[in-house]
């Protein structure tokens, strides 16, 4: 006799859908052991390919001298009291809006962050409105914790598509979610996309009489081009609650560090951060890395240099685009999110895949008809590939 899943339902059948990106990265990553990994050109997975800064070294080896007692003990849940303030301080600057370190805890990570956010504040049948495309773990966070993440479309130069929007929000809605630099996009909305966003959710709480939220997802806050300021949610909506990372602008994302910062103008935000504080605990989390929380306390609005990006993001809008490839030219973050040559994005991918090239079906992140590129590679990753993408254009194209 058979015997049951030795898993959750939910859980099994989410193994099944698994993630696009990494059964993309896992296929590249047999691929190289079959022809070299010089010949697969894998932009699959958002993972920096630059050092950290040198800042980032010199704090690093500063702090591990430090035998202090206690120093790799617990702390707060919240985090450091230094670290918090510093956070703090550098948002007040960045934000528009003067928080103090009570307004901050660090997490394991924008992805703990994410998750700290949604336990706090979703009530089971909760929704949380996000414009598609998305990252595609963003229906996991929200389920995690009783929500429904409900998807509405952008603008097709994949704006926020505020009408949209605002059709959405109904009684159940406690949160929007929005990602600027947008992963997979690359689109940064602009001061008065997000004060009309702002508007809007102002009308919609007054309306509903509770709050919804506007959780702003900045990883890549930092991750820009051309000039390009990423606008200040905090300074757009009173209700905002920001969740970050030092994965991509200190290049580190192995080391899970980010912090979760909420408006002070929030109604009763002392409760929310009770709340928050609680959450990273009882979430397993229990407090961000004691030695990582100490160097971002010394490392606030340090970056790495995106000049090789830019140079990556420039090559590869050239030749997708003189290829016939309709392409949205990234504001911000690392991805490319091309239309696809044919309707079935999937099946496109396994056909760059017959070149070697690594590339995550749209569908993975909610829109279908698409592809999404990860240029975060060595500048011979993007210029090996050039020669496929010009193929496949020629083909489809002309």
């Given at each position: 006799?058979r ?11 989410a ?20 022809h070299g990994c010089?010949?697969?050109f894998d932009f699959?997975?958002?993972?920096p390919?630059?050092d950290p800064?040198?800042?980032f ?5 500063d702090?591990?001298k430090d035998r202090?007692?206690g120093?790799?003990?617990?702390m707060s849940?919240?985090g ?7 956070v703090?301080?550098y948002?007040t ?5 003067p928080?103090s370190g009570e ?5 394991c990570?924008?992805a ?6 949604f336990?706090?504040?979703l009530?089971?049948g909760?929704e949380v409105i996000?414009?598609r495309?998305?990252?595609v ?5 929200v389920d995690?914790h009783?929500g429904v ?12 598509d505020l009408?949209?929007?605002?059709a959405a929000?109904t009684?159940?809605t406690?949160?929007v979610?929005v990602n600027?630099p947008n ?7 602009s001061a ?5 966003l702002?508007?809007l959710?102002?009308?919609?709480t007054?309306e509903n009489?509770?709050v919804i939220?506007l ?13 390009v300021?990423v606008?200040?949610a ?14 991509k602008e200190l290049s ?5 560090i ?13 409760k929310l951060m009770d709340g928050?504080v609680?959450?990273?605990?009882i ?9 990582m929380?100490r160097a971002?306390t ?12 830019r ?8 030749c997708?685009t003189?290829?016939g490839?309709?392409v949205f030219k990234?504001?911000?973050?690392f991805?490319f ?5 044919i309707?079935?994005?999937?099946a496109?991918c ?6 070697l090239v ?5 569908s993975g992140f909610?829109?279908?008809?698409h592809f ?7 500048p011979e ?5 050039l020669p496929a ?10």
């Amino acid at each position: 006799r058979r015997l049951p899943m030795p898993v959750a339902k939910k859980i099994a059948e989410a193994a099944c859908r698994s993630s696009w990106i990494r059964q993309m990265f896992e296929e590249g990553a047999c691929l190289a052991e079959i022809h070299g990994c010089d010949k697969v050109f894998d932009f699959s997975i958002g993972n920096p390919n630059l050092d950290p800064p040198e800042e980032f070294h010199m704090v690093l080896e500063d702090l591990v001298k430090d035998r202090a007692p206690g120093v790799h003990g617990y702390m707060s849940n919240q985090g450091y009291p230094e670290a918090c303030a510093a956070v703090a301080a550098y948002l007040t600057r960045d934000q528009g809006v003067p928080l103090s370190g009570e307004h901050v805890v660090m997490t394991c990570g924008a992805a703990a962050a994410a998750n700290v956010i949604f336990k706090a504040i979703l009530d089971p049948g909760d929704e949380v409105i996000v414009p598609r495309p998305y990252f595609v773990e963003y229906g996991a966070y929200v389920d995690n914790h009783g929500g429904v993440l409900k998807t509405v479309a952008s603008l097709a130069d994949f704006d926020l598509d505020l009408d949209a929007i605002g059709a959405a929000i109904t009684s159940k809605t406690r949160a929007v979610l929005v990602n600027s630099p947008n992963n997979p996009t690359g689109r940064v909305y602009s001061a008065e996309t997000l004060a009309a966003l702002g508007r809007l959710l102002e009308r919609k709480t007054k309306e509903n009489g509770r709050v919804i939220y506007l959780v702003s997802d900045e990883p890549y806050r930092r991750i820009v081009f051309d000039g390009v300021r990423v606008a200040p949610a905090m300074s757009a909506y009173q209700n905002t609650i920001v969740a970050s990372s030092y994965s991509k602008e200190l290049s580190i994302p192995g080391e899970r560090i980010g912090y979760v910062a909420a408006n002070p103008a929030i109604p009763e935000v002392d409760k929310l951060m009770d709340g928050l504080v609680m959450t990273n605990r009882i979430l397993g989390f229990v407090n961000a890395p004691a030695l990582m929380q100490r160097a971002v306390t010394r490392l606030q609005g340090v970056g790495v240099d995106v000049t090789p990006y830019r140079r990556n993001r420039d090559v590869l809008y050239e030749c997708l685009t003189d290829a016939g490839f309709e392409v949205f030219k990234p504001q911000g973050a690392f991805y490319f999110f091309p239309r696809a040559p044919i309707e079935d994005d999937v099946a496109f991918c396994r056909e760059m895949q017959e070149h070697l090239v690594l590339v995550v079906p749209g569908s993975g992140f909610g829109l279908a008809g698409h592809f999404r590129m990860a240029f975060c590679v060595a500048p011979e990753v993007v210029d090996g590939a050039l020669p496929a993408f010009r193929e496949v254009g020629a083909k489809y194209f002309g």
